[in-house]
């Protein structure tokens, strides 16, 4: 079965970091660029931050800039989102969701994904 499975969610204090992973099974990741996602209650899904498909290339929201950062380990067949000093507003599920992109050195954070994992809960709370 080809997924993609988050983990790495959870509750964290307001200037608090989490990590987490997008591991893929049932097919390799060297060949698609990544994006990363979330939705709050009531609000609509954003994306988050995206690596290519070689790696090179990242792009951020706004919001996020300086705090998140994504890479990804195509060895381990995985990517992943280091966030640091997280805000309340930083709550939300967050999801990965991956492109075939072999001959592309871009990516993007708008919603072009064809295959998307489950998500993962992330609370920013004190």
């Known amino acids: 079965q080809l997924q993609l499975v988050e983990s790495g969610g959870g509750l964290v204090q307001p200037g608090g970091s989490l990590k987490l992973s997008c591991a893929a099974s049932g097919f390799t990741l060297d060949y698609h660029a990544i994006g990363w996602f979330r939705q709050a209650p009531g609000k609509e899904r954003e994306g988050v931050s995206c690596?290519?498909?070689?790696?090179?290339?990242?792009q951020s929201a706004d919001s996020v800039k300086g705090r998140f950062t994504i890479s990804r380990d195509n060895a381990n067949n995985t990517v992943y989102l280091q966030m640091n000093s997280l805000k309340p507003e930083d709550t939300a599920v967050y999801y990965c969701a991956a492109e075939r992109a072999p001959h592309s050195s871009i990516c993007t954070i708008l919603d072009h994904y064809g295959r998307w994992g489950q998500g993962t809960q992330v609370t920013v709370s004190s």
């Open positions: 690596i290519s498909t070689s790696g090179r290339t990242t």
